[in-house]
């Protein structure tokens, strides 16, 4: 199976002015040339620092601050759908989590409250956030939470992320559609690069846990993307949790990165090796990759004024979710309402990330 920027039949956009937040990061690379396929106007938020060098040809751009709301209302207005997908994912603390995530849910949801006190957002007006399975909590039994499972989260993240669809959920009622996602893997993700990384110079990946395995969801980047189309939809509504309907452990999930790695590098299949590490001693590397973090920050901030660009991976936070029994979500709901179809399996997904991993010199 391959995998393709093409999109599945979207006439719902043909003509729709798009505004979409984050779509510069890794997602938004496989979601844009979906839109313009599909017919949209798009818009991508951006900040002042924001990268925009690779961004489709027919992409316009609107300058932005999602924490003080400088820039926002001129920049929804007009817009027939929002994707909101801008989020802090790997923070120092409770504090950055909320100040990235849910402040910035309150700026848009301001935002959309004076747009539609003056009569600018239409009846069709449509507003997709691409929230988190973290939102929803942990299960480590198949098929996972569904649409119906109260949520229950067990991280800084997923609180924010929560609080997001709670404060937007308030202003926006049935105009919000949310997504939750569990882990996204595909070209140009940064999140998943050292266990990329770990896998293909020493064949060697971590599973959370001694003596037990780890379940997941996931769902490659192209198939994210089907499914904020689908998202956009009119006949819409409520959360939809999302997957390519496979259920993997941990083991799974890293040996198939290991296969499709030696694969494009035409070498000799090698076995991963898993190492099931005590939850004791995840605790304490993630505390102290967070202490060290926390140090590093503040020095930055004397010394250059301002913090670190991109706090670590691993930190205690990460820790409050490796630390559950598994992160299993059941997509059901989205396959039988809004037609969403996963396309891109394992294999195929490991070899695009591969990839793409390589044409951006990373591996």
């Known amino acids: 199976m391959s995998v393709t920027a093409g999109n599945p039949m979207a006439p719902h956009l043909a003509g729709k002015k798009v505004l979409l937040t984050g779509g510069t990061g890794f997602v938004g690379r496989h979601l844009l040339p979906q839109l313009l396929a599909a017919g949209a106007e798009v818009t991508c938020l951006t900040r002042a620092v924001s990268r925009t060098g690779h961004l489709p040809q027919g992409v316009a751009t609107a300058q932005a601050d999602l924490t003080t709301g400088a820039g926002l209302e001129q920049a929804l207005q007009g817009k027939d759908v929002v994707i909101h997908m801008a989020a802090l994912l790997f923070g120092l603390g409770w504090q950055d989590y909320l100040r990235a995530n849910a402040l910035a849910a309150r700026s848009m949801a301001s935002a959309l409250t004076r747009l539609s006190a003056q009569g600018e957002l239409g009846e069709s007006f ?3 956030l691409v929230s988190s399975l973290a939102a929803t909590g942990p299960s480590g039994r198949a098929p996972g939470v569904n649409d119906a499972t109260p949520a229950a989260p067990v991280s800084a993240y997923g609180w924010s992320k929560m609080l997001t669809e709670q404060v937007l959920g308030r202003a926006l009622g049935q105009s919000l559609v949310t997504l939750r996602p569990p882990i996204i893997y595909g070209s140009g993700d940064k999140g998943l690069l050292p266990v990329f990384k770990g896998v293909q110079m020493a064949a060697t990946a971590v599973s959370p846990g001694a003596g037990r395995e780890f379940y997941v969801s996931a769902v490659h980047a192209t198939d994210m993307a089907q499914a904020v189309l689908c998202a956009c939809k009119p006949e819409a509504r409520g959360a939809y949790h999302l997957s390519d309907g496979e259920t993997y452990t941990m083991s799974d999930f ?3 990165m290991g296969a499709a790695m030696d694969n494009v ?3 000799a299949p090698r076995k991963v090796r898993i190492i099931r590490m005590p939850l004791p001693v995840m605790a304490c590397t993630a505390g102290l990759s967070t202490a060290l973090a926390v140090v ?3 020095v ?3 010394l250059v004024g301002h913090g670190l660009r991109r706090p670590p991976a691993w930190n205690l936070d990460k820790y409050r979710e490796a630390r559950q029994a598994g992160w299993l ?4 709901r989205i396959c ?5 179809v996963p396309r891109v399996n ?3 997904g490991m070899t695009e990330a591969i990839e793409g991993y390589r044409r951006e010199g990373w591996l």
């Open 296 to 298: 590093a920050d503040a």
């Open 336 to 340: 039988a309402e809004l037609g969403f």
């Open 300 to 302: 930055a901030n004397r």
């Open 329 to 332: 979500c059941d997509n059901s």
């Open 346 to 348: 394992l294999e195929a």
């Open 254 to 256: 890293c040996r198939g």
């Open 126 to 128: 449509r507003f997709v």
């Open 265 to 267: 590098l035409n070498r």
